[in-house]
């Protein structure tokens, strides 16, 4: 549910980039450290390695970034992080890789092919593996040893004591053991055998773990780039530099040089530089980035435009109005990036339990090697089974599972025009049964729109709506509008009007073709009973009814009504099927409101009703125990959009709306309110799904290492399996499509 308290003490917010986390239990222990300081709210998110801080008075960024530093991790403050050249967080690790994976290679097939088991194989394994262990795994060595200067254990921890452990022993082996011995072989064993340790080597289980280690956390890396790339490619959507007009001439400039105010040509093919109003020149518009509508928009001076849009085919003059962070794409994107950075209230649970984890493994181990030694067995079989706890052990999977499908979740959705704010909506969208919905500009179009000419007998229609769109051409009532623009699509061009005249408050008159023609309310001309009672019908469904005449007689009717766009139908049974009640609740006359309802299958409508009264509508569902969904677009539905469980703004609706909403849609189609809804859903239960199967797989493997069951090379490569099934799984996100039937 939605926190309906007041506004607390102000704060200010800084996003911190963090370097040096290698697990979940980093992100936890930076979080509490943050955590600690007065005033301080923070959120570490490991998979996009920023931390998000909200601080009060009396604390610096400075501090905070002291903070991270004397916890052994670096930060860098967002001025700093402009500085710096970005570079591909997967070169160095890929180099890093490959080279062990060469030199592991042959250890690994070495020990489990006794055949290549030649005369003082053990010591070509001790050449190959060694570097494996000391430079293919440094940086967990190194994360290792910045923890325990600290007082805490990380995975890090796990896999630096597991693989030097292994290193050390088989080095004793060599050389005060039996190991060294020329001819020695030992067969390979997927389990851990009971013999004397003295004569057994574990380089490939100490390479071996290091390289699956190293391949998870590529793979880890790469995927985690992927999963932002919908953001970076939102980011990199608008244009570079623009051709502004400046004391009379047009000069080319960088992006950043444009002012509020400036004046910028856009010919065509080009990106619309900003948000702007267009003052010169008249053109189509593809908006498509914005909305996903493949149909451009015409737009023509007074017009508002958006930046990152593309100009089809005319040339145009924008007045810029909004700039950098406030145009429409960066706050798409902020929007994003928030969502992405928070934590869903079952991610911090699972920070908790990593945080807690890795020392209870330790615990563990030295458990596991007491016992085994206690009860008669070997040191190298109770040796082993301690590795491959430490190994099998890494919560790793566990940091993972939620932020990758967040990442990935919601960068779909700002592909598809679908902002999610934070984690938490999603789990009010899984919970929500009644969706309330606001007419005009969600249902309907929001503008009037000719639906049906009726003529009188012996009259044609098109005769009816061409003179009526020729004197109504003459005026800018937005019926007016709704007429012309119907006439000029079904007929083309209009005759010209003379003589025009407006009846305030009761129609127009103009000569049109040699006649005197009247457009207006029904009393102005003499009807035929026919066409009364169509006007009555028209009336009676809250509709807006337009007599057409010339020579004093009515020659037909025009209806005129705010028209049900065409998705609604489809997009309502989509809710209904998605186990949600809808109900429309608007401020129009009830005989409107029924006829909208019934063309789309709403059954339930609250009509007549004031703002206040959206919010009370609300209130009396939540009150009977509905968890509600609401949807809107104007400032009139934003207080009940705050007071919803979840509030959806359509994105055609105003700033206050957007900001009162949870789930902003972007396309100005009632079809994204279920697929927003579909989305929301499949990344909470692919996040429930990670979870799952990251708990079970650590509570499933921890015993069976103990046990001896399992060799600690295929320990530490179940590990990385692990991790890279849980991106993997989340990855399934990016390929979920929009008004999907399901």
């Known amino acids: ?335 994003v990036e928030e969502a992405q950075s928070g934590k869903a209230p079952v991610q911090r649970l699972a920070d908790r339990i990593s945080g807690v984890f890795v020392p209870n493994v330790i615990v563990l181990a030295v458990a596991t090697l007491g016992f085994w030694l206690a009860t008669g067995s070997s040191v190298a079989a109770a040796f082993t089974a301690a590795v491959a706890v430490l190994i099998i052990a890494c919560p790793c999977a566990l940091g993972l599972a939620t932020p990758t499908a967040l990442m990935v979740g919601t960068g779909r959705g700002a592909q598809l025009g679908i902002l999610i704010k934070g984690p938490e909506v999603l789990e009010s969208t899984r919970r929500i049964d009644t969706i309330v919905l606001d007419k005009t500009g969600t249902i309907t179009t929001g503008r009037m729109t000719l639906l049906d000419v009726v003529a009188a007998d012996d009259e044609r229609p098109d005769e009816v709506l061409r003179m009526a769109g020729a004197v109504e051409n003459g005026s800018e009532h937005p019926i007016a509008r709704a007429i012309v623009n119907g006439a000029r699509e079904k007929l083309g061009d209009l005759p010209a009007v003379h003589d025009f005249t407006n009846l305030r408050g009761l129609g127009v008159r103009g000569r049109v073709d040699g006649r005197d023609v009247t457009v207006g309310r029904q009393r102005l001309l003499e009807s035929h009973d026919s066409l009364k009672e169509a006007v009555r019908e028209a009336e009676s469904q809250g509709r807006t009814a337009v007599v057409v005449g010339w020579d004093g007689v009515a020659r037909g009717m025009l209806v005129v009504s705010d028209a049900v766009k065409p998705t609604s139908r489809e997009a309502i049974s989509r809710l209904r099927s998605l186990g949600l009640e809808p109900i429309m609740v608007t401020g129009d006359n009830d005989a409107a409101a029924r006829t909208i309802a019934a063309q789309v299958g709403i059954d339930d409508v609250v009509a007549e009703v004031l703002p206040p009264d959206k919010v009370d509508a609300v209130k009396r569902l939540q009150a009977d125990g509905r968890v509600v969904a609401m949807v809107g677009d104007g400032v009139n539905d934003a207080a009940a959009l705050a007071q919803a469980d979840l509030g959806l703004a359509m994105g055609s609706g105003t700033d206050v709306a957007i900001e009162a909403s949870d789930l902003t849609l972007v396309r100005d189609d009632l079809n994204a309110v279920p697929d927003a809804i579909r989305l929301s859903r499949r990344t909470l239960s692919t996040i429930k799904g990670n979870l799952f199967w990251a708990f079970a797989y650590n509570v499933a493997a921890i015993p069976l290492a103990a046990a001896g069951l399992l060799n600690p090379m295929i320990a530490g490569a179940a590990m990385a399996f692990s991790s890279v099934f849980v991106v993997s799984n989340s990855l399934r996100l990016r390929r979920f499509s929009a008004t999907a039937s399901r």
């Open 1 to 335: 549910m939605k926190d309906h308290a007041g506004v607390g003490l102000a704060t200010d917010t800084v996003e911190l980039s963090i370097d040096g986390m290698t697990c979940a239990s980093c992100a936890n222990r930076i979080e509490r450290k943050l955590n600690k300081i007065d005033g301080v709210t923070a959120t570490v998110n490991f998979a996009t390695e920023k931390a998000r801080v909200d601080y009060g008075a009396g604390v610096t960024p400075q501090t905070l970034v002291d903070t991270v530093e004397e916890a052994g991790y670096q930060a860098r403050l967002p001025a700093e992080r402009e500085t710096v050249a970005e570079e591909e967080p997967t070169d160095a690790l890929r180099h890093r890789l490959l080279v062990s994976l060469a030199l592991t290679v042959p250890v690994i097939a070495m020990a489990m092919i006794p055949a290549l088991q030649f005369t003082n194989w053990q010591w070509l394994s001790l050449t190959l593996a060694a570097p494996v262990v000391v430079w293919g795994a440094w940086p967990f060595h190194q994360a290792a040893w910045a923890n325990l200067r600290h007082g805490s254990a990380t995975m890090d921890t796990l896999i630096s004591m597991g693989t030097l452990a292994a290193l050390g022993w088989s080095v004793y082996a060599l050389f005060w053991g039996t190991a060294g011995t020329p001819g020695m072989t030992h067969p390979f064993e997927l389990t851990l055998s009971r013999t004397d340790g003295s004569g057994s080597v574990y380089f490939e289980v100490a390479a071996g773990v290091t390289t699956f280690i190293l391949t998870g956390r590529y793979f880890e890396a790469r995927s985690k780039r992927r999963a932002g790339a919908a953001l970076r490619a939102l980011l990199e959507l608008g244009a570079k530099d623009v051709v502004v007009r400046r004391a009379g001439a047009e000069q080319r400039i960088a992006i950043d040089e444009l002012r509020v105010g400036d004046e910028f040509v856009v010919r065509p093919g080009e990106k619309i530089a900003t948000d702007g109003v267009v003052v010169e020149g008249a053109s189509a518009v593809d908006v498509s980035m914005l909305t996903g509508e493949s149909v451009p928009v015409d737009v023509g001076p007074g017009d508002e435009v958006v930046g990152a849009t593309v100009n089809v085919d005319g040339r145009l003059v924008v007045r810029a109005n909004r700039i950098g962070s406030d145009t429409a794409l960066a706050q798409m994107a902020r929007l």
